[in-house]
């Protein structure tokens, strides 16, 4: 089993929709979880970090269930600037400190108009 | 926000010759700096975690020979591809922290797109 699976997509939206993407981390010990976009050909860079009571930043919600070792992702009103691949990212040592930094295949997201 | 560059951008070298990348953090030090491996339509691998003054510490499967990590100082590590073959084409990421105490955000570079002819 990987360490962190994602669903790889890809998803085909229309401008306006909804999208939510799920991932699942396999070491039940790690305690940060993040979620990069990489746009095609580039670095990735952080979107968002996920805490336990779930966060939300303007169009974007993560929410994370540690007892099913789950995160997700829900992007509302997409935009065709969020075409990109969404990375789930797990510190699979634990704590926050310099763990390893496990990601996830990536799920792309296509929004056309 | 703190920045980190990576030289060069592309790089094309015939098989069997060695290519150097460089990984800077412009306006923070960075004790400690990441290297990872990123395939076509897979998911960033880490290869190796660069520690200033010391050792690299290499991810199980990873030849230390084969992929030279030095980090001289507080704001450059320096990955070597030696002796490449085509099977190393690859896009090559580093990455550090801006934090020294270990938490908070990691900061990329722009990768390192390796073709070995």
């Known amino acids: 089993r990987k360490e962190v699976e994602q669903d790889p997509g890809p998803f085909n939206v229309p401008e306006g929709a909804t999208v939510a993407f799920n991932c699942t981390y396999s070491?039940?010990?790690?305690?940060?979880f993040f979620w990069y976009r990489q746009d095609c050909r580039k670095e990735p860079k952080l979107l968002m970090s996920v805490y336990s009571s779930g966060n939300e930043d303007g169009r974007f919600t993560a929410q994370l269930n540690r007892a099913s070792q789950y995160i997700s992702l829900l992007i509302r009103d997409s935009k065709l600037s969020d075409s990109a691949t969404y990375l789930c990212v797990v510190n699979s040592a634990g704590g926050t400190s310099y763990g390893k930094l496990t990601f996830g295949q990536g799920t792309i997201l296509t929004v056309h108009p | 926000g703190a920045v980190v560059s990576q030289h060069p951008s592309w790089v094309i070298c015939k098989s069997g010759t060695s290519v150097k990348i460089e990984c800077r953090s412009l306006?923070?030090?960075?004790?400690?700096m990441f290297w990872y491996r990123q395939f076509p339509k897979q998911s960033l691998m880490l290869m190796a975690t660069s520690n200033e003054g010391s050792k690299a510490t290499y991810e199980q499967g990873v030849e230390k020979d084969k992929f030279l990590i030095n980090h001289a100082s507080l704001t450059l590590s320096t990955l070597t591809v030696t002796s490449a073959h085509p099977e190393d084409s690859s896009f090559y990421i580093c990455s550090a922290r801006a934090n020294p105490s270990g938490g908070g955000e990691l900061f990329f570079g722009e990768g390192s797109r390796l073709t070995v002819l």
């Open positions: 306006d923070f030090q960075a004790t400690t």
């Open positions: 070491n039940s010990a790690s305690q940060s």
